[in-house]
């Protein structure tokens, strides 16, 4: 079988995208940048790609909110390709602004490209402090559905985020997406255990509800996370990797996970 071919979608402003695609080549992908336009004009290109990542940055600028226009975009142009790329089995991940995006355009949490449920849910604002925050962060995977990630995996990735703060709507919103094992990441202590506050030098650095850090789709195939995996995929990328004697890089495994599903 052919390597798994997976398509980083981009747009102005998105300035993740060349790491993105180095990531997924590092794991077996035979990977491409596409601009969001080539996808309009021929959203038949979709079915060539078995992976579609969201890469981080600051889509259109962030205008409006974000990740807002490229959700838009979603929404009102490639709705149909996209659901089909999702009903076809296929995986989704967003990072950091493509978490936004994913929120926003309605495939995440519930999988669909759906402008009376985008936004409705969930959302991810301002972290509580009000500020950019820009530092490493510790993570426990708590889903077993999850395709990017096995439970109970602890990782360390850096984040670089201003509306980073995971919401639900309402109570009953959150406790649908713990009953169908939907919380994919969670801010952790070093140690693993439970962070207890949140603040910029927390564990949770944003005041995400529950300690959330990313969260999946209902089948497991569609993520979307804060923290940068693609910015740890070799063991010296940590600051700290001589010092500990860092030998794992925590970010591939979710670009290994993804081929090993797909091959």
Known sequence: MANPRALVLRTAGTNCDIETQFSLEQAGFSADRIHV??????????????????PGGFSYGDDIASGKILASQMI???????????????????ICNGFQILIKSGLL??????????????????????????RWVH????????VFMKKDEKISL????GEGKFVTTAG???EKLKTQ????????????????????????????????????????????????????????????????EINRADGKMFFDNAYEYLK
């Open 139 to 146: 993570m426990r995977a708590d889903s077993d559905k999850c």
């Open 172 to 174: 009953e919103i959150l």
């Open 181 to 244: 094992d939907q919380i994919a990441l969670r801010y952790v202590n070093e140690d693993g255990s439970d962070a207890s506050e949140a603040g910029v030098k927390a564990a949770n650095p944003n005041g995400s509800t529950d300690n959330i850090a990313g969260i999946c789709d209902p089948t497991g195939r569609v993520m979307g996370l804060m923290p940068h995996p693609e910015r740890f995929v070799f063991a010296t990328q940590h600051p700290q990797w001589t010092r500990r």
């Open 37 to 54: 336009n080539r996808i309009i004009e021929n959203p038949a290109m979709l079915d060539d790609y078995q992976f579609m990542l969201f």
């Open 109 to 134: 949490p519930w999988g669909r490209v759906d402008a009376t449920t985008a936004h409705r849910d969930a959302t991810l604002t301002w972290n509580d402090c009000g500020q950019f925050l820009c």
């Open 76 to 94: 009102h142009q490639l709705s149909e390709p996209l659901n089909r790329f999702y009903d076809a089995g296929k995986l989704m991940l967003g």
């Open 158 to 161: 850096p984040m670089a985020h």
